[in-house]
């Protein structure tokens, strides 16, 4: 799959008068170097005033920030900002585009990356000094605050409405050509979709009424994208419907239909999901090896091997 | 592949223990930016960035390491600007406030470059708080920064696909909302 054409490009499609707006947009600032140190030292602060408690749950191991570290504290952040805004100075102009993509920090070049991790060091071994007992136990589940964004730990309920917004209505680039054929019943279609239920119980039943099908909806000369991408709608409804059959049905099905598909490791999730609706163990624990040995670093792998844990 | 699957269902092999220092050295770059891409205002960015740093702390024991840190970082990111989004307390920014521009394409600008500059950021700040904050990221990070969906992808910790179906839903989404302000604008008779 190529990337769409971005709307800044004549080629890209945008509406009247958006290019000009884009154009004048800029990237995300870059964090100063002295805006770094200062939030460092906030954080310091943060991690001393929160290190007792943290330290008598680590057997009484008190910490306490005295005045000369509080006074090493802010001579060693104003060092290490003075010494990376001088190198700023020195630096040649880099686009903050791409100093955000490589998340390298506002420095460029070896001797600004090396000198920059010298200050940056010095601030983190202040952090370090305060905040003693931070480190993470790995074993505890994700909590509420702090838990993975909500489109990787429940991925379904965001992504049918996402789906359903990409299959509702007509638009430009690739990503959706041919869209326009589906017409207006579509609309009610796609409605539907967002409607379901957002989490599915683990019930097995299926229902008695089926959700009209998107893909039936698209004439069969259509392009393949566009067909891949109405039949995951359906797929998404039927395992929204909590319909495990069809979902695991449709998942095969598809999976057959379109092997280079955008959308093949979400529907070998789904195939997952609805096998563990349907209890079927065996395959469960089989699929999700497959799919953790193709996709280790999917945003799914959590709920997959979740799925395998529930397994009876 | 049974056999396998022990070995595939622990968790990915833990880094070395993860510290609020180490969190904050490696990554306070992307969330500065993160929190940028979700539309956080030049005047409360200072504001929700340490906000976002208070709660990695609070939290950063329950992280189990089966996504990236980034990943991560970018849920409690998405959290905060949510709530950021909501409370009351978002400063309109007064003429003073307006964030400094980068000073060669200051110079480079007659007055009314400048005023048609700002009106064009403020419609775009418009528009853009008009999609929803998951599409916003992307939307921004594809147009604005020009990310490949892959790039995004790795960054955001979604599958391809998803970042697709995402930028395809924000274009929408933004058109409606042009398609609302200049119904508005028509209605007020402004040009």
């Known amino acids: ?28 600032k870059a964090l100063s170097a002295a805006s770094k140190a200062q939030h460092a030292a906030m954080l310091a602060k943060l991690a001393a005033g929160t290190g007792a408690v943290a330290t008598t749950a680590a057997a009484g191991a008190q910490f306490a920030l005295s005045t000369k570290v509080m006074l090493g504290l802010a001579m060693t952040v104003a060092a290490a900002g003075v010494g990376v805004t001088q190198l700023r100075a020195h630096r040649s102009a880099r686009p903050v585009a791409a100093s955000q993509r490589a998340h390298a920090g506002p420095l460029g070049g070896a001797q600004g990356r090396v000198v920059a991790s010298q200050n940056i060091h010095s601030y ?28 990787v730990a429940e991925p379904m309920g965001q ?43 683990p019930t097995v039943a299926a229902p008695t009424v089926a959700a009209p099908s998107l893909a039936a909806e698209v004439a069969p ?25 069809e979902t695991l049905r449709l998942a095969e099905q598809q999976s057959d239909r379109f092997a280079d598909s955008q959308f093949r490791e979400d529907r070998a999730f789904y195939a997952i999901v609805a096998l563990g609706q349907l209890q079927r163990g065996a395959e469960v624990t089989t699929r999700a090896a497959q799919f953790l040995a193709r996709y280790p670093r999917s945003p799914y792998a959590p709920r997959v091997r979740r799925i395998v844990a529930n397994q009876p | 592949m049974d056999e396998a699957l022990p070995k595939l269902m622990s968790q990915p092999s833990p880094g070395p223990a993860l ?15 993160s929190l940028q891409r979700l539309g956080v205002r030049p005047n409360d960015l200072d504001d ?3 906000e976002v740093f208070v709660i990695v702390h609070q939290r950063l024991h329950t992280f189990d390491y089966s996504s990236k840190v980034t990943t991560w970082l970018f849920g409690v990111c998405l959290r905060t600007a949510s709530d950021y989004r909501r409370r009351a307390y978002r400063r309109r920014e007064a003429p003073g406030d307006a964030p400094v521009e980068e000073p060669e394409r200051v ?17 775009l700040d418009e528009l853009l708080d008009a999609l929803d904050l998951e599409r916003r990221v992307v939307f921004v990070m ?45 209605e007020r008779g402004a040009p």
């Open chain 1, 159 to 201: 992504r049918v409405a996402t789906h359903a917004g990409a299959l509702g209505v007509a638009s430009r680039p690739r990503l959706s050509s041919g869209l326009a054929g589906l017409g207006a019943s579509r609309q009610g279609a796609s409605a539907a979709v967002v409607a379901a239920p957002t989490v599915a119980a």
């Open chain 1, 124 to 151: 983190q071994s202040v952090i370090e000094q305060a905040a003693p007992a931070i480190a993470a136990p790995v074993a505890v589940p994700l909590g509420p605050a702090g838990e993975a964004p909500r489109a």
């Open chain 1, 1 to 28: 799959m190529s990337d769409p054409v971005r709307w800044r490009t004549e080629a890209g499609g945008a509406p009247d008068g958006v290019r000009d707006l884009l154009r004048q947009a800029a990237a995300p």
């Open chain 2, 48 to 50: 929700v960035f340490q």
């Open chain 2, 107 to 123: 110079e480079s600008r007659t007055p009314e470059d400048a005023a048609v500059h700002r009106e064009a950021r403020q419609t």
């Open chain 1, 221 to 245: 000369s259509g392009d393949d994208e566009l067909r891949d991408r109405a039949q995951f709608g359906d797929l998404v409804a039927a395992s929204q419907r909590g319909d495990a059959r």
């Open chain 2, 19 to 33: 510290t609020l220092s180490a969190v904050y050295t490696a990554h306070a770059d992307f969330v500065w930016a």
């Open chain 2, 142 to 186: 594809f147009e604005v920064e020009e990310l490949s969906c892959d790039e995004i992808a790795a960054q955001v910790g979604i599958p391809v696909g998803t970042v697709y179906s995402r930028l395809h839903a924000a274009r929408k989404q933004f058109e409606k909302a042009l398609a609302r302000r200049n119904a508005r604008l028509n």
